[in-house]
């Protein structure tokens, strides 16, 4: 049973490129959320979507930024023109149902990017 | 709206006991907890809902007192493998608010 799969691990990016992060939910789950975590601080949301909709995005920038779960394939969040304040931690997690806080999460090891 | 927990940081012994807490400000229908090891993914540990219900993994239980709106993780007989930063997570509307995080440390 494989777990929430990321990718890349790791992203390297110059100011102004842009990132795609990609992540694949557990099987079965059609519930994915998006979180960015800066070094030795909290899970901060961004954006929870379900197959072909974003539900919520409340935590996501406004500029730049953009998330889609395709009916076919994974969840992609994209970083457009990318500043080192981006530099963080992405992880993805999925579950079973949505509905807040019922289902538990499962969390994939998470993207490292770097903006030089 | 971001739960509060307390202490920020524990240092134990192996075998020692611990009590980490999480307090909102708004009502509450459940609580999650995570653990997560530096340069790891969280890891779910477990949910509690409405209910005061107590939960228990391992030597790992909690408890959820949604009238006073906060949830406690109880740690016993630490073990080397419980170091790690633990967070709290509050259903927030379609989505999870995680605590401020509590990094628990176990020496030999």
């Known amino acids: 049973n494989a777990g929430v799969m990321q990718n890349p691990r790791h992203l390297v990016r110059r100011r102004g490129q842009e990132a795609r992060l990609r992540c694949s939910p557990m099987?079965?789950?059609?519930?994915v959320y998006w979180y960015r975590q800066l070094p030795e601080e909290g899970l901060k949301f961004m954006v929870y979507l379900q197959k072909e909709n974003i539900i919520d995005e409340s935590g996501m920038p406004k500029e730049r930024f953009s998330a889609e779960f395709p009916k076919e394939g994974p969840s992609i969040l994209r970083i457009q023109q990318v500043v080192r304040g981006d530099s963080a931690a992405y992880f993805c997690?999925?579950?079973?149902?949505?509905?807040?806080?019922?289902?538990?999460?499962?969390f994939g090891p998470g993207t490292r990017l770097t903006v030089t | 709206q971001q739960p509060v927990q307390s202490p920020q940081a524990v240092i134990l012994r192996e075998g020692e006991d611990a009590v980490i807490n999480c307090s909102s400000s708004k009502a509450l229908y459940s609580v999650h907890w995570y653990r997560q090891k530096h340069g790891e993914a969280p890891v779910f540990l477990m949910i509690l809902l409405k209910g005061g219900e107590q939960k228990g993994h391992e030597k790992i239980s909690a408890s959820f007192n949604e009238k006073k709106q906060q949830s406690s993780l109880y740690l016993t007989a630490s073990q080397l493998s419980y170091s790690g930063t633990y967070f709290c997570g509050t259903d927030g509307t379609d989505k999870l608010i995680f605590g401020t995080g509590t990094r628990l440390q176990v020496f030999p």
């Open positions: 997690a999925s579950s079973p149902g949505g509905a807040g806080g019922a289902y538990e999460q499962y």
């Open positions: 099987k079965g789950h059609s519930h």
